[in-house]
């Protein structure tokens, strides 16, 4: 099972930018998604990509996040720009193998990291 490690939460105010990070140990499964969960709400996708590069997003960040990686350094990552106040979560990076589309964000993912918190404030 590969190990994650997400790094790059902090805070920010409304319409300012972050960047995340997830170390993997291996890069072996061929979907890494982002996921996230704010206080009493469930946790909810955020974005995904495959192996090939294909990666989908969320209609809430569409346009204001890009998920990418470095296959060179088993490395996840997340820019997002023109955050708001909702955006404010706990963000996860995730690995699974199969179906990497936005509708697999509600499967099981076989592998979490610990999560870095990420804070907008108005």
């Known amino acids: 099972q590969v190990q994650l490690v997400e790094s790059g939460g902090g805070s920010v105010q409304s319409g300012g930018s972050l960047g995340l990070s997830c170390v993997a140990s291996?890069?072996?499964?061929?979907?890494l998604g982002w996921f996230r969960q704010a206080p009493g709400k469930e946790r909810e996708g955020v974005a995904t990509?495959?192996?090939?590069?294909?990666?989908t997003y969320a209609d809430s960040v569409k346009g204001r996040f890009t998920i990418s990686r470095d296959i060179a350094k088993s490395t996840l990552y997340l820019q997002m720009n023109s955050l708001k106040p909702e955006d404010k979560a706990m963000y996860y990076c995730?690995?699974?193998?199969?179906?990497?589309?936005?509708?697999?964000?509600?499967?099981?993912?076989?592998?979490w990291g610990q999560g870095t918190q990420v804070t907008v404030s108005s």
């Open positions: 291996k890069y072996s499964e061929n979907c």
């Open positions: 990509i495959h192996s090939d590069g294909t990666s």
């Open positions: 995730a690995a699974r193998y199969g179906v990497c589309g936005y509708s697999a964000t509600t499967t099981r993912w076989a592998s």
